[in-house]
């Protein structure tokens, strides 16, 4: 339909948007955004079209300039950004879904047996793909600070992407951030004391890690939970060894406990990369696509 047509259900938009793309479908909608499929009315590509209300947002600035710095085949590429009275339109890469979509999928819902581990390659390449984009962050001094299922997309190549860098920042590797945000349970423990590193995006990703593992959040209910002396049942049975070892093999949750460690004792994304499990699980080179079934 057009862009702007009674159906439509569209906000103004920009002159570009109005006359170029012809809105296909809508995506989802946030607290100050909006997504829809668009496609291109000379090319005929499908692009995401992302509209931010500039009076609610004040880091949407801040995220273009970060999406046009930070070009990687696991993070979300950015084409074009237009300006109307109040709103600003952004044409991105158009993903096929989220990773929260693709644990939903692996459930059981008749509640037989539970959830469906995909197999030791498909974790290790999803966990590679997702590591070569923090790690690519991190060498740019950028933190992305809001890490979890949702905001990790699967393209049409099935290639993860690292996407919404509504939260991320620049950082100074001398000095600690200290601004709270992320949202639980995928927020490092450290950022609740405003005293914290690069290394909060690690331990969001070692949640995720585990999500993908076993179907479920790991939740911590203390700073000691991830030091292994106490936890909730629940933490405890998502780290169950024997369950990890039958599933992933050894070394597996070794990784996943080392990435969601106080952060003094976290690994940083590099050295998660070099992780034996990791590299002896690939398959093949680093970086290569997941395939979801």
Avoid at 40 to 48: D, E, I, L
Avoid at 258 to 279: F, H, K, V, Y
């Amino acid at each position: 339909m057009p862009i702007g047509s009674p159906d439509s259900d569209s906000t103004a938009c920009s002159k570009e948007v109005e006359e170029g793309y012809t809105v296909i479908k809508t995506l989802g909608k946030g607290r100050f955004t909006e997504v829809k499929e668009v496609q291109q009315k000379g090319t005929r590509k499908h692009f995401a079209w992302k509209q931010v209300q500039l009076d609610k947002d004040p880091r949407c600035d801040l995220q273009i300039q970060l999406l046009r710095r930070v070009k990687h085949n696991n993070i979300l590429r950015i084409y074009d950004v237009y300006w109307a009275a109040g709103v600003m339109d952004i044409m991105l890469e158009l993903c096929s879904g989220t990773m929260a979509d693709c644990i939903g999928s692996q459930r059981d819902t008749s509640g037989t047996s539970g959830y469906r581990t995909p197999s030791r390659t498909e974790v290790a390449k999803t966990l590679s793909q997702l590591l070569m984009a923090v790690n690519f962050l991190h060498e740019n001094q950028v933190a992305h600070r809001n890490i979890k299922p949702c905001n990790v997309l699967l393209s049409s190549k099935r290639t993860w992407k690292l996407a919404n860098f509504d939260l991320a920042c620049d950082f100074d590797p001398g000095h600690h951030m200290s601004e709270r945000v992320g949202s639980l349970p995928y927020r490092a423990p450290e950022i609740d004391q405003r005293k914290y590193t690069e290394k909060c995006d690690v331990y969001s990703t070692g949640v995720l890690f585990i999500a993908f593992v076993r179907g479920k959040e790991y939740v911590r209910s203390s700073l000691e939970d991830i030091k292994g002396s106490k936890g909730t049942e629940a933490a405890e049975e998502l780290l169950n060894e024997k369950t990890w070892t039958s599933k992933l093999g050894y070394g597996a949750l070794s990784l996943a406990k080392q990435m969601i460690s106080l952060e003094e004792a976290r690994c940083g994304s590099e050295e998660a990369l070099r992780n034996p499990w990791l590299m002896q699980n690939l398959g093949s080179r680093p970086g290569l696509c997941c395939v979801v079934s």
